[in-house]
């Protein structure tokens, strides 16, 4: 639970540096502790790993929203062209 417990720890404000900040997490303990997930989530994305490997992202809704309207606006321009 190491790379969760640097993430949770630093986030609830009990004095980790800034540089042990890591906004990831092993899909396990994603499971675990789903609330905690979410409220890191509302704050910056956080990467989901499972065996070692990056295979998901978690962000807020309004990150989400401001993505897609990106990626729409860029597509649009594309087919501007």
């Known amino acids: 639970m190491a790379l969760f ?4 720890l630093h986030t609830s ?3 980790w540096p800034e540089e042990m900040h890591m ?3 092993s899909s396990t303990e994603a499971k ?3 609330g905690a997930l979410l ?8 990467t989901i790993h499972k065996k070692g490997r990056a295979v998901a992202v ?3 809704m309004q990150d989400f929203e ?3 309207a990106m990626k729409l606006k ?3 321009q594309a087919n501007e062209r």
């Open 13 to 15: 404000g009990l004095g």
């Open 39 to 46: 409220d890191m989530a509302q704050r910056e994305p956080v």
């Open 32 to 34: 675990t502790h789903f």
């Open 23 to 25: 906004n990831e997490m």
């Open 5 to 8: 417990a640097k993430s949770w």
């Open 58 to 60: 978690m962000l807020s």
């Open 74 to 76: 860029l597509l649009q």
């Open 66 to 68: 401001e993505h897609e």
